[in-house]
């Protein structure tokens, strides 16, 4: 059974549809990411579940008990503000003794519950500290520590890391999957960034305008992304389009404007639709030595950009026709300068190929 069931769950505000007909199915201990861009419906979804919109349609259940009518406090979840508040007249102590405070638990629990949650946040040395003497990382490990001292098992955490820099979020989101999993919590986490999202779920839950539009294991979502807008928001990649000139029962193969065929190991639709193949940059190989059965072009690199652990090169096919590829820095030998010319591969199977959006390709990208 699962822990958490919505059935075609609809929210409006107005004139805006905010959640539309969402389906999901989360299992108890399962670590989820809700990934989306800004107004998708990402805090709408946690606040809808945690029951603090006012009426939507749809079913949402939890432990198997229909919620529609339950009011937040027994619904077992706590829900993190996107802005997250601590109490700035009380102590890290106070704050996180907050919750259990308030359930009438006498005051020898209290303090047990609450030390054991700030030692697993590694923050008891800090107990005495008022908010406005952390740092912004430590006022996010208060939080949700004062999150998980409430007791309820199911955390709804919006935006958790946002407001912290690089480095802590990077801590941060180990520190806090490593929690929810000890604890045998479940949590629903909502995030921008991509990265965050592969890195922590289990599972995650692409949301745009307001729909799901994939759920799967990071991986999955990385390496069979369902839509071009999955494909681009996570990950991202070259997208060339073109009509089908060619399919048989294993491969098919369009030509762009350009004159590039592009084969793909996929059966693809009628012959002269118009279709997009999209292909990761680290795809691109450059001078590979072995490019039979691959598509392979000669291009101009138009810029090479050093971009740390890789390097990023634009290469211009022909008929400004750019395809970028990415090429780790350690396994270049030489770097290629601006200028080269050079022969570009990538294997039909690791192509995507995508009907021809009927908005239009850059509508889907440049949604981002
Ligand atoms: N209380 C409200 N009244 C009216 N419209 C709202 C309200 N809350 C949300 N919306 C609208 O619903 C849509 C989804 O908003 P939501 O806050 O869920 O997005 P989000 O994915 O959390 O975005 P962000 O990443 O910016 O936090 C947006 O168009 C927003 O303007
Ligand atoms: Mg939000």
Redesign the pocket.
Known sequence: MSLIRLVKVTKK??E?T?LDRVDLSIQDGEYICVL??????????L?TIAGL?ESHEGEIFIEGKLVNEFPPEKRNTVYMF?HFALFPHMNVYENVAFGPSIRNWPSSRVKVVSSEILDMVRLSERKDAFPNELSGGMQQRVALARGIASGARILLL??PLGALDARLRVDLRRQLRRLVKEQKLTAIH?T?DQEEALMTADRIVI?RK?RIEQIGTPSEIYSKPESIFVTSFVGGANFLEGPMIRVDDSSSTIETREGCQIEVAQKGGKIGEKFVVAIRLEDVFINSPITSGWNSFSGKVESATFIGGFMRYKINLGNNLAIFSEVLTSTSQNIIKEGETVTTSFHPKRCHLFPYPKAGLLKEIEAI
């Open positions: 505000f107005g805006i905010a989306g861009q800004t107004g998708a419906g990402k805090t709408t979804l606040r919109t996107q919006d935006e909502v921008h949301l307001g």
